[in-house]
């Protein structure tokens, strides 16, 4: 009940914080204005629309694991809007997942995997029905760099890695440098699974800060969960999450 109340509230009263891939029942606040494609305070299909003509003089702008699902070409031009949409100062802070201490954690103990192995064997082999293939370490790391979204078989969808052979797999991962590991697991959806915009962009802290620096950013600061080098309101953040313990985030100020 009190959501629908608070988004009413936030769409006609806050225009200085807001968030990128945030619905509007996520959390009861009134700090941030949420956006996102749809059920959110304001409505945009971040693929097709950018958001700057709406937004300006913004102190605190948020995205939390929005940006991977995403095409990289269009990412460019939300960062560009970031930019211009902040106020002298102003702050943009990302998480996204961070390739490169996923890929540590798969080499090493297998801390975020093998929770993301058992989630998927109780949601995908279990509840679904698919091939205990699904549930092999493997397979959770690629669920976690590139992925597709199924509506149909879950209400609300549900993500699904793209299914590659474990022996390939493991040759590519010998043979290439982590970037062309992490395209080539992108590029191993078919042009249908991407369009459900699962996980189709890997960022790991050089890429993202390159991004950073050619949408105009030149103070770009590596955090920690829960810390903040620029007063940034850390309201939606949820950082004890596990999954936040294997995020790259970001603050860039203008």
């Known amino acids: 009940l009190l959501s629908p109340i608070l988004s009413f509230y936030r769409r006609l009263f806050l225009r200085k914080k807001i968030a990128l891939g945030e619905k509007k029942w996520y959390k009861l606040q009134f700090k941030f204005l949420c ?16 958001f700057s003509k709406n937004f300006n003089n ?26 211009n949409s902040l106020s002298s100062n102003g702050t943009l802070r990302i998480e996204v997942p961070d390739c490169d201490l996923i890929t540590n954690d798969y080499n090493n103990k297998r801390e975020y995997i093998n929770e993301i192995a058992l989630q998927n064997k109780i ?25 597709y979204v199924d509506y149909d078989i879950w209400k609300g969808g549900i993500h699904i890695p793209v299914l590659i052979d474990e022996d390939e797999f493991n040759q590519k991962l010998k043979k290439l440098n982590k970037e062309k590991f992490y395209d080539w697991l992108i590029s191993k959806q078919t042009l249908e699974q991407r369009r459900t915009n699962g996980h189709i962009t890997w960022y790991n802290y050089t890429k993202l800060e390159k991004l950073l620096k050619e949408a105009g950013f030149e103070k770009i600061f590596r955090c920690q969960p829960k810390v903040s080098f620029n007063n940034f309101d850390l309201t939606l953040e949820r950082a004890n999450d596990l999954r936040t313990k294997y995020s790259l985030i970001v603050e860039a100020t203008k």
């Open 35 to 50: 956006i996102d494609i749809n059920d959110s305070d304001y409505d945009i299909d971040f693929e097709k629309n950018t």
């Open 58 to 83: 913004i102190k605190n702008i948020y995205t939390a694991h929005t940006l991977e699902h995403i095409s990289e070409g269009q990412v460019k031009k939300i960062l560009i809007d970031c930019y």
């Open 123 to 147: 949601n995908l082999v279990q509840e679904l029905g698919f091939k205990d293939i699904y549930s092999k370490p493997y397979m959770a790391y690629i669920s976690t760099i590139s992925c």
